[in-house]
């Protein structure tokens, strides 16, 4: 997966070999916003223009544009991976919340790389 970042706003990008175009979606936001071009250079100034367009669409509109995530995360572990973590994190001398940041951006850089 190919990934281009700008002004807080992450996009995935991908090939159409059939119509030989680059195009990109922005991630993470349920207000859809795609963007294309045929050579790399214009895929970044398409996206950096879909982003700046989509924000003074939304100052035009009264409207907050969306933010990507808030920093806050829940979700569920079986009690033994709970366990483990909260010994991984202790013996690192952390906090749960910052060991599994550091975990979880580690493992998201390798998957984004």
Request: glycine share 6%; aromatic share 10%.
């Amino acid at each position: 997966m190919n990934v281009m970042n700008y002004n807080g706003y992450a996009a995935r990008i991908e090939f159409d070999a059939e119509d030989e175009i680059f195009f990109g979606n922005i991630a993470a936001i349920s207000d859809v916003i795609g963007f294309h071009a045929d050579t790399v250079e214009g895929l970044k100034t398409a996206f950096h223009e879909a982003v700046d367009d989509y924000v003074e669409t939304c100052r035009k509109l009264g409207k907050e544009p969306q933010k990507t995530y808030s920093g806050k995360m829940m979700f569920r572990v079986d009690p033994d991976v709970h366990a483990r973590a909260a010994r991984a994190a202790e013996l690192a001398g952390k906090s749960l919340n910052q060991w599994a940041e550091e975990v979880l951006a580690t493992a998201a850089d390798k998957s984004a790389a």
